[in-house]
């Protein structure tokens, strides 16, 4: 479904940040992205989702290379893609459901099926009650809960998690990843950037492991370990 | 058309909910447009005045006594078809002498003096009026050169002369300057205006990012942000408009006496529309412009 053929990315000042990545994922699969901070995991998703393109090498989705995409043609890109990101990014002058009716809207979706969705969306990540307030009125966990109903929203073929839980306590960390294995288990793709070893070794699913901008380990139900 | 409802419900919220930057941008929007009409209507009422003043100057022939009404009619009509004439006043002889009987009407010397003489000793007048101040000399030659020159007592375009060259440099000058500072100002407060949109627009530039991440088009980013821009102009506009009549109104007052009439309030009031019409557009065009580019450097995510 995705493959990253000899990807490299480097920033101004020679600064090497990906090199020579090579990685295939397949549909429906849950893959880890794990590293130390600085190994690449944000850069290779930014790559993904073209908010950077890559200094050399060519990204495929399917059959079609995402680094020749027009400007103009991204958000097609971009709305087949689940994105929640380590800073929550929701739109603060927006409410939980405006925040989650957007992204349906700018997929051209009726506004029948907005209402019939976000309910159910909202259920999913168990904020029924959330509709109508700001995201300042919701706990960092909540937050980044509305995040993940948003990704949801656009029925994507792929969810990517940037440290979806860097900035949450304990119990909020296992809801939101308990919602990425149940996600997964409806059939979407979920790739997971995270450095956090509880969370990889639990889940017990795919691993693959970046270093200094190389993938130097990648493990069918792997564990944690640099 | 699901969209643009969705693009102008979103503006408006977008509006509601920053009500504070949203006052911020409007006062500054009320203030430009305020500058860009008081300046396109002091423009107007500079030339208007200018006009009258030009119009009360004129070049006045006095004819010697005798001189046949034909003659003089002669003269005027071969003025009249000068380009350079835009009018020529004739005052007969016995007008003349009556008004300067009513003139002198209390001075009894001069009335006694009249009543004496036999006939009328005054002759009858030209007044010359030109389209323009710089044309008096070119029609002073035109008559000193003509055959009914022997007939003419007096010529006060000599006296006039150095009044009517400085009126002309003043006129001139006065143009110049109001048209310099009007544009100066105006583009000023245009600049203040463009950075307070900017700055609007800066404050929502993660959102922007975040709406271009999630899968919107530019268009659909950009639509809530000029719909703003659209609210902001109509509203600055507005509020331009009713200072600009109250302080208008209140001006006028003080202003009666040191104007020529009609006054200032009768400018106004034959300029509403195309006030009203300069407000709009200047109001709408300039905040949905400023939205406009503002936005285009964060949408490049």
Redesign the interface.
């Known amino acids: 479904m995705i493959k990253f053929k000899n990807v490299y990315k480097i920033y101004p000042g020679d600064f090497l940040v990906l090199d020579d990545i090579n990685l295939e994922i397949e549909k429906g699969e849950f893959v880890s992205l794990v590293g130390q901070s600085g190994a690449g995991k944000t850069t290779l998703i930014k790559l993904l ?1 073209r ?1 950077e393109l890559p200094s050399k090498g060519k990204i495929f989705w399917g059959s079609e290379d995402i680094t020749k995409l027009h ?2 043609d ?6 087949r ?1 689940g ?1 929640v990101f380590q800073d929550i ?6 409410t939980v459901w ?1 925040n989650i009716s ?2 349906m ?4 979706r ?2 029948e099926e907005i209402e019939n969705e976000i309910p159910e969306l909202l259920k999913i990540v168990g904020l029924e009650k959330c509709g109508d307030k700001f995201p300042h009125q919701l706990s960092g966990g909540e937050k980044q809960r509305v995040a993940l109903a ?1 990704a949801l929203a ?1 029925q994507p073929d792929i969810l990517i998690a940037d440290e979806p839980t860097g900035n949450l306590d304990i119990l909020s960390t296992w809801d939101v990843i308990q919602l990425l294995l149940k996600i997964n288990e409806f059939g979407t793709t979920v790739i997971l950037a995270t450095h956090n070893k509880d969370i990889i070794n639990q889940i017990n699913k795919r691993v693959v492991t970046l270093d200094q901008g190389r993938i130097i380990r990648d493990k069918e139900k792997g564990k944690y370990s640099l | 058309m699901n969209k643009i409802n969705r693009i102008f419900k979103s503006g408006i919220n977008a509006l509601i909910r920053n009500a504070l930057l949203s006052v911020a941008t409007i006062t500054v929007i009320t203030v430009t447009v305020f500058f860009i009409s008081f300046f396109y209507l002091s423009n107007i009422i500079t030339r208007e005045i200018i006009d009258i003043l030009e119009d009360q100057i004129d070049v006045s022939i006095f004819f010697k006594s005798g001189v046949s009404e034909t003659d003089i009619l002669t003269l005027r009509q071969e003025l009249l078809s000068q380009a350079e004439v835009k009018n020529a006043e004739y005052i007969s002889a016995e007008e003349n002498l009556s008004r300067f009987r009513d003139r002198h009407l209390e001075n009894p010397v001069i009335s006694q003096s009249l009543d004496e003489l036999e006939g009328n000793p005054l002759g009858g007048i030209l007044n010359i009026t030109a389209h323009n101040p710089e044309f008096y000399s070119s029609i002073v030659d035109y008559i000193n050169n003509s055959p009914q020159q022997s007939l003419i007592f007096k010529l006060n375009y000599f006296e006039s002369r150095p009044l009517i060259d400085k009126a002309e440099g003043l006129f001139s000058m006065v143009k110049k300057s109001a048209l310099i500072l009007g544009a100066v100002f105006v583009l000023l407060s245009i600049l203040i205006s463009y950075n307070a949109v900017r700055l609007a627009i800066y404050s929502s530039k993660k959102e922007i990012e975040i709406m271009r991440l999630v899968g919107a088009n530019n268009w659909f980013i950009r639509g809530p942000f000029l719909v703003q821009g659209l609210i902001y102009g109509i509203l600055g506009a507005i509020l331009a408009f009713l200072l600009f009549i109250i302080l208008t109104a209140s001006a006028s007052l003080r202003l009666e006496g040191f104007l020529p009439d009609p006054g200032i309030l009768t400018y106004l009031k034959n300029n509403l529309w195309t006030l009203i019409s300069v407000q709009f557009f200047s109001g709408i065009a300039l905040a949905v412009i400023s939205s406009y580019i503002s936005i285009r450097k964060y949408l490049r995510v």
Do not use: C, D, T, Y
């Open positions: 989702i908010e400007h103009r991204l958000p097609n890109l971009r709305r893609i994105m990014n929701l739109l603060s002058q927006k405006e957007f992204v809207e700018v997929a051209g009726e506004n948003r656009h």
